[in-house]
């Protein structure tokens, strides 16, 4: 038998162990639990403050993709309540060597990044992360930072056009936030509101605030400027005082549109934005192919593709103002 033969039967004998053998070398280890840390606003142990919906798609999502928690990954979890708390949870995190951070809000996670710039963060939304300078590009985020977007330019005007649909002759409109955003996000969101107020002939009044006992003093100004209607800036931090502004806004008698449809449920007049349950399932994609070895700078920003539009009629009622029907023939739901 020639050498050359020998030398092919040999290697033929080899391939299989050697295929085996580099599947093995990008398979994740057997029996490894990944941890998985998870900045919130929300108390996970108080089961009537969860946002359901949304967090239970992401865990189904993940569970679809075969990550089961308690089994081959835990959540390490930090309730957060200030850009103090923020931190000391990024810093546990690094010291606890968790393999990704998960966040809602943009802000959140370029805080984050300020602590570790190693540790993969997924954004479950967020708003634009590029025109906010938090990452350079949607297809290539180039740093520690992925996941989704929910902001939509968009949708911004039609907000708008819905307030002035319920009143023809409103002017005036107060834009409420919490906190003093990242000044990247700020600009973005202020610019491309006040676009679509020039074009609907409205006139803007900001306003924002920190803590609850603010408020009273918020609305106090939003009555003196006669400003008809609100317009709120969801994030983290201002959905923790819902109930509180929902009820300010419908005793001042001020119809109320909010850039997310669970605020409806709560109470607010409209919610119109992006389905956060669709945002979630498609971040868990993210965190699917980080905990199997890809690198966050490579995995591009995902951006809201469904919409919900939510109606309250009990609140219409309340206010003393009817929805036309031109917005109620859209809504995905109407609560009567």
Known sequence: MSERLMRLIVLAMLAPSLLLASFAAHAQPAGKV?????VTSVDFDQPEQIELRHWSAFVQ?????G???????????????SRGSLQQAAEDFVRTKVDVIVVAGGARAAAIQQVTRTVPIVTLSAGDLVASGIVPSLTHPGGNITGMQSYAPEIMGKR????????????????LRRFLWHAGILAVYQTTTDAAAQKLGLRLHYVHFNDVDELPAAFAEMRKERDGAILIWDDPAIAELAPQLIDLAVKNRLPT??????????????????????????????????????????LP??????????CNLRT????????????????DRVIE
């Not at 990944?34 to 998870?38: A, D």
């Open 257 to 298: 549109i909010v850039d997310a449809g669970r605020w409806a449920t709560l109470g607010a007049l409209i919610g119109y934005g992006p389905k956060p349950e669709d945002l979630y399932r498609q971040a868990a994609t993210h965190v699917d192919r980080i905990l199997k070895g890809a690198k966050p700078a490579d």
């Open 34 to 38: 990944y941890h998985v840390g998870h």
């Open 67 to 81: 990550w089961i928690e308690g089994k081959n990954f835990v959540f390490e979890r930090r309730l957060v309540s």
């Open 160 to 175: 708008l056009q819905m307030l002035r649909e319920l009143n023809p002759t409103l002017s005036r409109v107060a834009v």
């Open 61 to 65: 999502a993940l569970r679809t993709l």
């Open 301 to 310: 920003i995902g951006q809201p593709t469904t919409f919900e539009l939510v």
């Open 316 to 331: 219409a009622k309340a206010l003393g103002v009817t929805i036309p029907k031109s917005i109620l023939l859209l809504a």
